[in-house]
Nanobody, 112 residues
């Protein structure tokens, strides 16, 4: 019943910015921890950011200081603001609610 729709990806140059969105339905959104994951070609899926229902955030070391996760409970949406992007950030980005349910993801490509 959980439904996730990621959006906002695209092609950006190194140093650029992008904001990803994930619209969630099928749960009482405000009660759940929300995560952003990414998966680069040939690599394992990696947890990059987490936000609790009390708005506490955590980040992977690789993105700390550059990415910001946020949530808007009124819109049932979680965001990932991505600044100072690097080629190593290239991946498909997915949101997750702790359920084993995944959306299509959104492609982020950082290249000059």
């Amino acid at each position: 019943q959980v439904q996730l729709v990621e959006s906002g990806g695209g092609l950006v140059q190194p140093g650029g910015s992008l904001r990803l969105s994930c619209a969630v339905s099928g749960i009482i959104f405000r009660l759940y921890v929300l995560d952003w994951y990414r998966q680069a070609p040939g690599k394992q899926r990696e947890l990059v950011a987490t936000i609790t229902r009390d708005y506490i955030t955590n980040y992977a070391d690789s993105v700390k200081g550059r990415f910001t996760i946020s949530r808007d409970n009124a819109k049932n949406t979680v965001y990932l603001q991505m600044n100072s992007l690097k080629p190593e950030d290239t991946a498909v980005y997915y949101c997750n609610t702790g359920h084993d349910v995944w959306g299509q993801g959104t492609q982020v490509t950082v290249s000059s």
